[in-house]
């Protein structure tokens, strides 16, 4: 008989609160900068945000498939697969929101000090839980880009029959439906994959990424 997952349950109403004790950060002898002179670029962290079918997952693969193609070393975290595992035990309750984008943000922190460029395509959609990811870091460090695309939009690419079901009622909290999304103030990058090809987005992403000189430009 198989094992019932094990429900999460906050042992403290702060999200991220450090309750372990007797513990100290071990420094590596490998620092970050060794790690990005291997690679050949800088550890970064590109947060794509918008609604479910706003196209950040798409656009967070293809964007990896060309830094690849780069030689760069990339990886994309994707929603659906890190509930798989790593955030198994969270549900889609305010607090389980925002514990899921504090795991979330500690591991692309630590893909970036290997000096990776992580890729992340999640909902997000609270600003302060996505400010609280970007104060993890230094400055730079962080990308915000929104995938602009509009309910009609996202809900005309709906395969999965998701907004159908929340429109329903037969699924709570559902962002942009019974849960509030809240636009980004002042991202790195607004993209508007409502309307643009996937591969003009692309190439936006990565202009934006050798402006910044996280890679290098393109010969």
């Known amino acids: 008989m198989p094992l019932k997952p094990i429900r999460h349950v906050p042992s403290t109403p702060l999200v991220g609160t450090l309750v372990s004790n007797n513990v100290v950060w071990h420094q590596s002898t490998v620092t970050r900068a060794h790690r990005e002179a291997q690679n050949g670029h800088r550890g970064t962290i590109i947060w794509f945000t918008g609604l479910s079918g706003s196209g950040k997952s798409t656009l967070a693969h293809a964007v990896e498939d060309c830094l690849h193609q780069r030689g760069c070393r990339s990886f994309v975290l994707d929603g659906d ?45 609270y600003q302060a839980d996505r400010r609280r990811v970007r104060e993890m870091v230094k400055g730079g460090d962080f990308l915000e880009i929104y995938c602009n695309a509009g309910i009609e939009v996202c ?24 849960s509030p999304y809240e636009v980004p103030q002042q991202p790195e990058l607004i993209v508007e994959t409502g309307r643009e090809e996937l591969e003009v987005c692309v190439r936006q992403v990565m202009a934006e990424l050798e402006r910044r000189g996280v890679i290098e430009k393109a010969a």
Do not use: W
């Open 155 to 178: 809900e005309s690419r709906d395969v999965k029959g998701m907004y159908k079901k929340a429109r329903a009622g037969k699924i709570a909290e559902f962002t942009g439906i019974s």
């Open 81 to 125: 697969n890190v509930r798989h595992g790593l955030c198994g035990d969270l549900g889609f309750s305010v607090h389980d929101r925002q514990e899921n984008i504090r795991r979330i943000g500690e591991m692309a922190k630590l893909f970036m000090e290997a000096g990776m460029i992580v890729l992340t395509a999640f909902i997000s959609p």
